[in-house]
T-cell receptor
Framework: EPEVTQTPSHQVTQMGQEVILRCVPI?????FYWYRQILGQKVEFLVS????????KSEIFDDQFSVERPDGSNFTLKIRSTKLEDSAMYFC??????????FGSGTQLSVL | GESVGLHLPTLSVQEGDNSIINCAYS??????FIWYKQESGKGPQFIID?????DKRQGQRVTVLLNKTVKHLSLQIAATQPGDSAVYFC???????????FGTGTRLQVFP
């Protein structure tokens, strides 16, 4: 069964450092997303990406964040200068047009 | 405003009983709804979805009911098993957005 894969599963970084979270969406999907979940809280939308551009983003997704689809299979989230409050589980997701959204298993980001 | 809320933060059921998890949503423009199961340390796992032109949809051991009049969504799990223990989220897609809005989650505990 196809699935969204994310690497790494855990990332520890120092405050102010840049991190790149990587995702391989399901191969025939066209819509890609990043969500995050702070421990014990609900899943929050960050950004959606379609046709090689951002289609929608939340208030959380400020200038410190960027997304990229560098090739035909990968989808990345970059946080330019991490803050303590960026510590969370980051989920990548993908879907077909009008279809169900499937999530990866997440990257646990810890900013020290 | 936009909000998706769950009535009960924790639901405890006996193995073999049926479970009902409820969700209230406030955005009348939402036209697509998804239930997810999240186990500890994992990403949201798609369970079942329903579009606003339907009021009931059945899967394997699960049924989703949608009542648009009162903006209420429920997930019924038949013959609940220990493996069903997890946090369950409802999520809605407001029309003409790419943003899936999650509720706060209900923890389902299954005891023997």
């Amino acid at each position: 069964e196809p699935e969204v894969t994310q690497t790494p599963s855990h990332q520890v970084t120092q405050m102010g450092q840049e991190v790149i979270l990587r995702c391989v969406p399901i191969s025939n999907h066209l819509y890609f997303y990043w969500y995050r979940q702070i421990l014990g809280q609900k899943v929050e939308f960050l950004v959606s990406f379609y046709n090689n551009e951002i289609s929608e983003k939340s208030e959380i997704f400020d200038d410190q964040f960027s997304v990229e689809r560098p090739d035909g299979s990968n989808f990345t989230l970059k946080i330019r200068s991490t803050k303590l409050e960026d510590s969370a589980m980051y989920f990548c997701a993908s879907s077909r047009e009008g279809g169900s959204v499937f999530f990866g298993s997440g990257t646990q980001l810890s900013v020290l | 405003g936009e909000s998706v809320g769950l009535h009960l933060p924790t639901l405890s059921v006996q193995e073999g009983d049926n479970s009902i998890i409820n969700c209230a949503y406030s955005n009348s423009a939402s036209d697509y709804f998804i239930w997810y199961k999240q186990e500890s340390g994992k990403g949201p796992q798609f369970i079942i979805d329903i579009r606003s032109n339907m009021d009931k949809r059945q899967g394997q051991r699960v049924t989703v009911l949608l009542n648009k009049t009162v903006k209420h969504l429920s997930l019924q799990i038949a013959a609940t098993q220990p493996g069903d223990s997890a946090v369950y989220f409802c999520a809605e897609f407001p029309k003409n957005t790419d943003k899936l809005i999650f509720g706060t989650g209900t923890r389902l505990q299954v005891f023997p």
